[in-house]
């Protein structure tokens, strides 16, 4: 649902910050439309570089979008015709449909009650002999105990691709997410804890074959980086797609990433605020593995009645939303789509619980202090 100016307390007011960033932004992007193309290709490369050093990875590809990128992900780890992923129910459409679209089968897990991540005890008993990956998200930010899985897929020879759509600036054992996977996928789409002005997406790894594939992918099959042109001629070793990032987009982003360490710490400060000023209310707050280091997309409360609290901040002014809900299971284009799922308990629980209470770094103390007492006041009124 798109922002509205009815709301005092927005979901994003990146707008805001891209005004305080004006020059630098559009300084890069004179660079690009009215300098050289070229400029394209570099602010791209250079974004791609600053990126990897960002989440300490070896390798970065900027691409298209974040649904784009996970079915690239999985393409690059040759997952194909009738391989099993697991992954979980409530997360986009992207995560489930970029399995399905390699032709591949989505074996839903159930998730934690307290942070929303996949069970990653109950991923074992999921594995098949045609399981091949899995797919855990770093849901509404709060970071998948990828950690946990890398013995199990090491043992069982399978890929980890890392959905960290929403979690650019989390961390986790004091890494940063996407450490402990083969390949991990960051969206920069605008509501995003890092956001472009429109699509966007990096991927991430630390192994170059899996690197030379993504390139390979997003760029028509062919790397003139690596492979150059033969006496003029081109050659293409794979056929790929041409999704890379807009130039555009990468110019914008390469003007923000440099602050999404102050922005993730100003998430973290509102909901340390918000986790304050909650606590006694009739509402069930997320809590984190003491290594889990979050970045907060929005921050999540359980209340027994959802509808009720959720239209109460909204007539507030508060842009509360429902988000991923309900389960990816039940809409139609999935029916009967899960015949090796899991039961799902906690993630049908969640769909009917959870309310998001939007969070972005330019609030002021103000705006928290009143989203603290609506929401408080709304969960006392019996
Ligand atoms: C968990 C998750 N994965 C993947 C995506 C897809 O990212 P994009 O919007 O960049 O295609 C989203 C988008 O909201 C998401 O929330």
Redesign the pocket.
Known sequence: MNASPQFRVLRSRATETHNNLREEILAALESIIFESYHNSFTIRADLEVAFAAEVQSKFAVAAH??????FLALRACDIGPGDEVITVAN??I??TGAISQCGAIPVLCDVLANDYTINTDLVERSITDKTRAIMP?D?HGHPANVKALRPLADHYNLRIVE?A??AAGACDYGLPVGAFADVT?F???P??PLGSSG???MLVTNDEEICDKLRLLVGYGHDPLRHGVKDGYQNYTAEGYNVPLDALEAAVLSVKLPYLKEWTAKRRAIVAALQDGLAGAPARLPSFRPESAPTFRSYMICVDRQFEIYQGLRAAGIEAAFS?APPIYQYSVYAGAFPNSNELKVTDRLAKELVNLPITPEFSDSDVEYMIETTKDLLEKT
Do not use: E
């Open positions: 979008s974040g649904t784009m990128s996970l997360s986009d992207s995560t998200v849901m959905d759509a929403l996928v969206s920069f789409s509501f995003k699509n966007g997406a991923y």
